[in-house]
């Protein structure tokens, strides 16, 4: 009995060859976009009953939670640092009337001058992956939001959650004296939907030289 040649595609290689290279150039596209923009992951809700009981033992308070539209996952921090997920037209307009000043984009490829426009606030562009931060990046966000002619400050990413929760917590830490632990608990089970996926994360806050990044930033080490 003759055995049949397997179909070829109009390359001359057999089709399941072509099949499987295009399988393959798919899927390393869809990790090099993880790598640098997130997977689409979704939101985690908040445990008010988990957050009351981490505050009551560590007497630290966490980030309050608002509702404004065109704001998702919009928290304020401090009375100098809000945060949250990729705002609207509206959200921007909202957060001008909160008395915001300065909009801090932490998403590598995607600008808010459309949203932005038609306002008085100012835009800085900290381009941040969330497999990799960059020391200059937290350094140049530091500065900003320790600027007392540009806050308060809004941060966001995409989620507000892990790039966002990354700079917040490093805040607490290198304005407010909170310890790491305590800046991971905050980020991670406090209802800002921090996806697990990115552990090194926190394992990068985990091993931060919190003394050199302040000087960087020409921050006073706190007591």
Same mark, same amino acid.
């Given at each position: 009995?003759?055995?049949?040649?397997?179909?070829?595609?109009?390359?001359?290689? @057999?089709?399941?060859?072509?099949?499987? #290279?295009?399988?393959?150039?798919?899927?390393?596209?869809?990790?090099?976009?993880?790598?640098?923009?997130?997977?689409?992951?979704?939101?985690? @809700?908040?445990?008010? +009953?988990?957050?009351? $009981?981490?505050?009551?033992?560590?007497?630290?308070?966490?980030?309050?939670?608002?509702?404004? @539209?065109?704001?998702?996952?919009?928290?304020?921090?401090?009375?100098?640092?809000?945060? =949250?997920?990729?705002?609207?037209? $509206?959200? #921007?307009?909202?957060?001008? *009337?909160?008395?915001?000043?300065?909009?801090?984009?932490? +998403? %590598?490829? +995607?600008?808010?001058?459309?949203?932005?426009? =038609?306002?008085?606030?100012?835009?800085?562009?900290?381009? #941040?992956?969330?497999? %990799?931060?960059?020391?200059?990046?937290?350094?140049?966000?530091?500065?900003?939001?320790?600027? =007392? %002619?540009?806050? @308060?400050?809004?941060?966001?990413? +995409?989620?507000?959650?892990?790039?966002?929760?990354?700079?917040?917590?490093?805040?607490?830490?290198?304005? $407010?004296?909170?310890?790491?632990?305590?800046?991971?608990? $905050?980020?991670? *089970?406090?209802?800002?939907?921090?996806?697990?996926?990115?552990?090194?994360?926190?394992?990068?806050?985990?091993?931060?030289?919190?003394? %050199? #990044?302040?000087?960087?930033?020409?921050?006073?080490?706190?007591?």
């Amino acid at each position: 009995m003759t055995q049949k040649e397997p179909k070829k595609s109009k390359s001359g290689r @057999p089709r399941r060859t072509v099949v499987l #290279m295009a399988v393959t150039v798919l899927g390393l596209t869809g990790a090099c976009f993880v790598l640098q923009c997130g997977p689409e992951l979704p939101f985690v @809700p908040s445990n008010d +009953r988990r957050q009351a $009981e981490s505050e009551q033992a560590s007497g630290r308070k966490w980030a309050e939670r608002l509702e404004l @539209p065109g704001l998702p996952n919009l928290h304020r921090v401090s009375e100098n640092l809000y945060r =949250g997920a990729q705002p609207t037209a $509206e959200g #921007m307009k909202q957060l001008e *009337k909160l008395g915001v000043k300065t909009v801090v984009n932490l +998403r %590598s490829s +995607r600008s808010d001058r459309d949203e932005i426009e =038609g306002t008085a606030l100012t835009y800085e562009h900290i381009g #941040m992956t969330t497999w %990799s931060p960059d020391p200059e990046s937290i350094t140049r966000f530091l500065k900003i939001v320790t600027d =007392g %002619s540009r806050t @308060p400050v809004f941060v966001h990413c +995409r989620h507000g959650a892990d790039r966002t929760g990354t700079m917040c917590a490093i805040y607490r830490i290198a304005t $407010e004296g909170w310890s790491k632990d305590e800046a991971i608990e $905050e980020m991670t *089970k406090g209802g800002f939907g921090y996806h697990s996926i990115w552990k090194n994360l926190v394992d990068y806050i985990r091993k931060l030289d919190v003394d %050199s #990044m302040m000087r960087s930033a020409g921050l006073n080490s706190c007591p």
